[in-house]
């Protein structure tokens, strides 16, 4: 398994909550390990997932779509709280 890593991060309170960059990379790493799959790259955005313009998004969805990869996040409110923004995505 092909996987492309997106990690979002908001601000200083992640880190206390556990929802750090650092954090991000572990879950992701683990489930690269479980899956035996290898992490083609690494995107990391700095902002709120209330926005809906994220450049480096948009840049992991085209890298995971040309080489066939799967786009991982650690958690789904990572991603987006946003109901519609998520089901546009597909």
């Not at 309170?13 to 390990?33: N, T």
């Not at 290898?38 to 926005?51: A, H, N, Q």
Request: glycine share 6%; proline share 1%.
């Amino acid at each position: 398994m092909r996987i492309v890593a997106y990690h979002l991060v908001s601000t200083a309170k992640h880190g206390a909550s556990g929802l750090g960059l650092e954090a991000q990379k572990s879950a992701i790493a683990a489930y690269a390990a479980e899956k035996n799959g290898k992490i083609l790259e690494y995107s990391t955005e700095v902002g709120s997932c209330k926005r809906n313009d994220r450049p480096q998004l948009a840049k992991a969805m085209y890298h995971a779509r040309v080489t066939g990869a799967v786009l991982v996040i650690a958690k789904l409110d990572r991603l987006s709280r946003n109901a519609a923004f998520l089901l546009n995505l597909q």
